[in-house]
């Protein structure tokens, strides 16, 4: 009795059905703020640059805060046991591994990721990766108008990507660009 009949001429009663119904089954989002890097390079802690007037990641986490469920910080060890914070579970394997340890957190999510190290990050362009988003692709990515290859480090990566990484980890393949280039990405 609940299964809806439609006549021919109401295609679009139709449509509509099946775009609620998609809609509806879209991963939740959160967000993933990569934080956990040790800054060899640099000397100091990228994450507590102070761009805005607080250490960058904890601005990232209030830029995420309107466009997602919930925000997490990516951080290699959790000393402080915070609640909003993923520890790296997939040693050594950088951003890689802290995309796979937000999935072992909860496989069931979608994650916006980005990297601490990105201070022109705005809402306007999460606004833009957002509205762009296909949870029927691997993840949606920001690709730069000059650049050849999509960004993993800005980017939507879907529930349906965790399988896949872990795929390309056990080839010894632990780099998030080389995913999205190679699979059915937005």
């Known amino acids: 009795n609940d299964i809806p009949v439609f006549k021919l001429n109401q295609l679009q009663n ?55 469920e919930q925000s997490f910080l990516s951080k290699k060890i959790n000393k402080d046991l915070k609640q ?42 999460l606004e833009k990766l957002i509205s762009q988003r296909d949870s029927s692709k691997l993840a949606t990515a920001v690709k730069g108008k000059k650049s050849e290859f999509p960004e993993p480090l800005i980017c939507i990566w879907e529930p349906k990507a965790y399988p896949v990484l872990l795929s390309y980890l056990s080839q010894g393949i632990s780099c998030p660009r080389k995913i999205l280039i190679n699979e059915d990405i937005k």
């Open 14 to 68: 139709l449509f509509n059905l099946v775009e609620n119904v998609l809609n509806k089954n879209i991963a939740p989002l959160n967000g993933l703020v990569l934080a956990g890097g040790e800054s060899t390079r640099m000397g100091k802690d990228k994450a507590e640059l102070k761009y805005f007037g607080k250490g960058h990641s904890l601005y990232m986490l209030d830029l995420l805060t309107p466009f997602v």
């Open 84 to 125: 909003n914070v993923i520890e790296d579970k997939f040693y050594d394997l950088g951003p890689f591994g802290a995309i796979c340890s937000a999935f072992r957190f909860n496989p069931n999510l979608a994650y916006l990721v980005l990297a601490t190290d990105l201070p022109y990050i705005n809402e306007a362009l």
